[in-house]
C-alpha cells in the first residue's frame, strides 16, 4: 500500500531514471539549430572531428550530445525521418549498456542508429545483431544509407559469404549480422590454424535487437559446429518400427518435461521384441551392453510421442526443419543433438543424417557476456528484467511512447473446448471483416493456424495464412496486415520486426507492384503516387472501422509473447483492440493451469459455445504462465551454470590456441611439455614420501621406451646412493632433449619449427574435441548423482575439472611422443619421363594462342604474344628460335622441364638445353 503511494507521487525508479535523461536530450535539442545550418560537407566532416576529439582524451560521453545531434539531422536529410525525444533517450539508454524497452512501432531500429553512430566513431566495430537474415540485410541496406552519408562503413553477415567478404564486414565500422551467424564465425575463427584466416575481430560493442527472443527464448538452446559420426540407420529405423508398435498403457508421459517412462509392462513386452528382431546384446534391456540401444529407444519414444509435426518441425525438400518454438520460425540449419533428430527423421521416412560429434560450442549467453559493452532493444522486457540482471547484468529502462497508447485490451473470453472456441473466433473474424476493420491472428502452431484457415474458408472470409511454412514471404505478408478488410494468420511471433501499418505498407507495395518496373521509367513516379494516395485513403476507412484488431487463439506459456503480439495493434497512437481466446483444451490450462477447478466450474455451467470472461480466470492463468516463465527461467539458468563450466576451460583452450598461432615459435611450449611428460612419469612411478622398493620401475622403463624411444640404464642409476626422484627427472629430461636437439640439427630450424607448431594445434584441437565429447556424455548422466543427495551442478564441476587436467596431461605426452619420434624428410620430386603418347592426344591446341602445336606433346610450345615483347631477354641475343650452337646456361642448376632463361617459352630440354647444346627450334 504504501509502495503505491509513493509511486503515485514520486513515480517509479524507472520513471525517475527517465525523467533524469530528459537534460541530456535538452542538450541535444540546443544543438538543433545549430546543425541545420551546416551544408552537408560541413555535417559529414562532423564524424572526423569526433574522432579528434577522442584522440586528444575525450570520452564517448563527452560527445554524445553533439554525435547525437548530428545523426538526428542526417536522418532528416538522407532518410526524411526525425528522431523523436523519446527515440533519444533509447538511444542514450543503449548507448550505456541498457536494454530500452519501447513498444511497436515506435522505431527501435532508427533509434539504434544514434548509439551503434556513437560508439563506431572510435574504429573498434559495432554488431548489430538481428534474429533474422532479412532483417539484418534490410536494416544494413536502409540504415547503412545514413551511416554511410556520414563517413562509416557498413558491412552485413548472412549465410553463404565466404571467408573474404565476412573479413571485410566484420572490419567495417558498423556490422549487422545475425546471432547465429556470429556465434558460428566465432567458434569457426576458434578452429582455424592461423591468425590471417580468422574473420572476425576483438569484441567491442554489439546492440541486440529483439533482445528478449535471442538472449532469452534461444538461449536454452547452445550453439554447436559438429562431424559426423559412424551411420546408425538401420538402427534408427528398427527402433522406430518397434515403437510405432507400442500400446499407450506401456508407457508414462510427462508433457511439462516431454519425457517418457516406460511401465514395468512396457520394459518386459519391449525386451522380448528387442530380443526378437536381434537388436539386444544381451537378454537384459538394461545391462551395460545395451546402453547403445536403451538411449536411442527412449528417443525414438520423444520423437513419436511428444514431438509433433506441423508444430515442432516440418518435413520441407525431404528434410525435418525444427520450427522455433516461441518465433514460430524455421531454423534451417540447427539439428537436435543425441539421435533425437535422427529418431525424428526415421518417424518421417526421410533420409536419415549421420549423427554428430560436437567439435566447438557455446551458449548465446556466454558469446554475448564477452562483449565489453553490450545492450538491447525490444518491445517487451520487463518481465524478464530479473533474468536479464542475473545473466547479462543488463539493466531494463521503459520508455514512454511518442504518442499515448489507445488500444483496448478486452478481457480473456473462455469457452468448453477447441471446436468451439474456433467457431467463435471465425464468427469474430468475420464481424470485423465484414465492417473492414483489419484482423491480425496470432496462433501458437501451424497445425492451429491451418484448423483456423478451414473455419474461415466455411466462413467465406478472404484470408492470408503466415506460419513456417511460408517463411520467404513473412515479411510482405505481415506488412499489408492492416489493409481494409484483410485477415493474417500468424505464429505468435511471426513476421516480428515488420511494421504493420494502417492501410498498408507503401514501401513494400511498391517493391511488390512495381518491381519489374524499370527506375528510370516516366511511369513509375506516376504509379508511387496512386500507391500512396491509395493506402492515404485506405488508412483513414481502416481508422474509422477502429484500427488493427489483434486475436490470441490461446495464451502462450510467456506473457512476454501474448504483450509482443498485443503490441502489434495500437501503434503510434492509432486505435486498436486486442481479445484472447482460450478454452479447456489449450496446452497451458490442460498441463500447467488448475485442472480440476476449471474444469468443474465450467463444465457445469457452460453450455455448448457459450462463452465465459472473467478476471479471477485471467488472473489464474497468469499465474500459470508465471510458474511456466520460472521453470523455463530454471532450465536456461541451468544450461548456463553447465556450460560456465565449459566456458572456463574453453578460454582457457582459445588463448593458448591464439597464442600458438600468432606465435613465430612454439619450442619453449613444447620443451616444458616434455619436461611435464617426464615430471608425470615419474611422479607416477615414483609417487612421493614412498620407498624406492615401492617404485614401478619396470613401468617407468616401460613409458619412456613408449614415449621417447628412450632406454636409458635406470636399474644402475638406481644402484647409486641417494638417487632421488628429482635426480632421475633431471636424467631423463637430459636424454630426451638431446634427442629432440638432434633432431633439430639434423633438419632446417625453420621448417621444424613450422612442423612443431601444426602438431601441437591440430593434437590440441583432437584432445579438445574428445574432451567435450567426454563432457556431453558426462552431463547426460550426471543427473543421477541427486538420488545419492548430492548436487548434480557440484559434481559436475568436480568431474569436468579432474577430466580437464587429464587432457592436458594426455595433450603433453601425445605431443612429445609425436616430435620425439618424427622423422623430417623433404623430397624434391623427380622430373618424370613423360609417357609415349597414342596417336589420338597428339593433337594441342594452345589455349593462349589458338596454334596446333602437336609436335610439342609436353605443351611447351612458343607462346608468341606472351613472349614477343621481350626485346631485352636473353632470348633477343639468340634470334628467333635461339639458334646459337653454345649453350650460355651450361654448368646452371637447371631443371630439364624448367622454362628456357632465353626466353623462348619453350623449355630448357627442348631449347638450349637440347642434346647437343644447339637449340630445338619448333
Known sequence: MFQTIAKSLFGSSNDRYVKSLGKIVNQINALEPQMQALSDDELKAQTAKFRGQLEAGATLDDILPEAFATVREASVRVLGMRHFDVQMIGGIVLHRGEISEMR?????????????????????????????????????????????????????????????????????????????????????????????????????????????????????????????????????VALDEVVKGIPEDWYEKDEKTRNIQLTEEGTDEIEKILIERGLLATENLYDVENTQVVHHLDQALKANIMFKRDTDYIVKD???????????????????????????????????????????????????????????????????????????????????????????????????????????????????????????????SIEKSELLSQFLDKEGVKHAVLNARFHEQEAHIVAQAGRLGAVTIATNMAGRGTDIQLGGNVEFRIQDELGDMAEDDPKRQLEIDRIKAEVAAEKKKVLEAGGLFVLGTERHESRRIDNQLRGRSGRQGDPGLSRFYLCLEDDLLRIFGPDTLFAKMMNSNLADGEAIGSKWLSKAIETAQKKVEARNYEVRKQVVQYDDVMNDQRKVIYEQRGEIMEADRVDDVVEDMR???????????????????????????????????????????????????????????????????????????????????????????????????????????????????????????????????????????DVTKILVKSELRIQRPEPQALPDLPEFLTGHIDPFSGL???????????????????????????????????????????????????????????????????????
Not at 628467333?880 to 617459352?905: H, K, V
Request: charged share 25%; glycine share 8%.
Open 104 to 236: 511497436t512501432g515506435e522505431g527501435k531500429t532508427l533509434v539504434a542508429t544514434l548509439a551503434t553512430y556513437l560508439n563506431a566513431i572510435e574504429g573498434k566495430g559495432v554488431h548489430v545483431v538481428t534474429v533474422n537474415d532479412y532483417l539484418a540485410r534490410r536494416d544494413a541496406e536502409w540504415m547503412g544509407q545514413l551511416h554511410n552519408w556520414l563517413g562509416l562503413s557498413v558491412g552485413v553477415i548472412v549465410p553463404n559469404l565466404n571467408e573474404y567478404q565476412r573479413r571485410e564486414a566484420y572490419n567495417s565500422d558498423i556490422t549487422y549480422a545475425t546471432n547465429n551467424e556470429l556465434g558460428f564465425d566465432y567458434l569457426r575463427d576458434n578452429m582455424k590454424h592461423s591468425r590471417d584466416q580468422m574473420v572476425q575481430r576483438p569484441f567491442n560493442y554489439a546492440i541486440v535487437d529483439e533482445v528478449d527472443s535471442i538472449l532469452i527464448d534461444e538461449a536454452r538452446t547452445p550453439l554447436i559446429i559438429s562431424g559426423p559420426t559412424e551411420d546408425k540407420s538401420e538402427l534408427y
Open 318 to 444: 525431404n528434410k525435418v526443419v525444427i520450427i522455433d518454438e516461441f518465433t514460430g520460425r524455421m531454423m534451417d540449419g540447427r539439428r537436435w543433438s543425441n539421435g533425437l533428430h535422427q529418431a525424428v527423421e526415421a518417424k518421417e521416412g526421410v533420409k536419415i543424417e549421420p549423427e554428430n560429434q560436437t567439435m566447438a560450442s557455446i551458449t548465446f549467453q556466454n558469446y554475448f557476456r564477452m562483449y565489453p559493452k553490450l545492450s538491447g532493444m525490444t518491445g517487451t522486457a520487463a518481465t524478464e528484467a530479473a533474468e536479464f540482471w542475473d545473466i547479462y547484468k543488463m539493466n531494463v529502462v521503459e520508455i514512454p511512447t511518442n504518442v499515448p497508447v489507445q488500444r483496448i485490451d478486452e478481457e480473456d473470453e473462455f469457452y468448453k473446448n477447441t471446436l468451439d472456441k474456433f467457431a467463435a473466433i471465425a464468427k469474430a473474424i468475420k464481424e470485423k471483416n465484414e465492417i473492414g476493420q483489419p484482423v491480425l491472428v496470432g496462433t501458437v
Open 852 to 922: 596446333d602445336n602437336s609436335a610439342d606433346l609436353d605443351g611447351s610450345a612458343e607462346r608468341p604474344e606472351l613472349f614477343g615483347s621481350l626485346a631485352g631477354s636473353p632470348r633477343a641475343a639468340f634470334g628467333p628460335g635461339g639458334s646459337n650452337t653454345d649453350n650460355p646456361f651450361e654448368g646452371l642448376d637447371i631443371s630439364r622441364n624448367a622454362p628456357c632463361p632465353c626466353g623462348s617459352g619453350n623449355k630448357y630440354k627442348h631449347c638450349h638445353g637440347a642434346a647437343g647444346g644447339s637449340a630445338a627450334a619448333e
Open 675 to 813: 619436461h611435464d611428460t617426464v615430471n608425470a612419469l615419474v611422479g607416477t612411478a615414483c609417487p612421493p614420501g614412498s620407498y624406492p622398493e615401492q617404485w614401478d620401475v619396470a613401468g617407468l622403463k616401460e613409458k619412456v621406451e613408449e614415449i621417447f624411444g628412450l632406454t636409458p640404464p635406470i636399474d644402475d642409476w638406481l644402484e647409486e646412493d641417494q638417487v632421488e626422484p628429482e635426480l632421475l627427472e633431471e636424467r631423463i629430461r637430459a636424454a630426451a632433449d638431446e634427442i629432440m636437439e638432434g633432431k633439430i640439427a639434423e633438419s632446417d630450424p625453420s621448417i621444424w619449427r613450422q612442423v612443431e607448431k601444426s602438431v601441437l594445434l591440430e593434437r590440441l584441437d583432437y584432445h579438445w574435441k574428445e574432451h567435450l565429447a567426454t563432457l556431453d556424455a558426462l552431463r547426460q548422466v550426471i543427473w543421477m548423482r541427486g538420488i545419492a543427495q548430492k548436487q548434480p551442478i557440484n559434481e559436475y564441476k568436480q568431474e569436468a575439472f579432474g577430466l580437464f587436467e587429464n587432457m592436458l596431461d594426455t595433450l603433453r605426452e
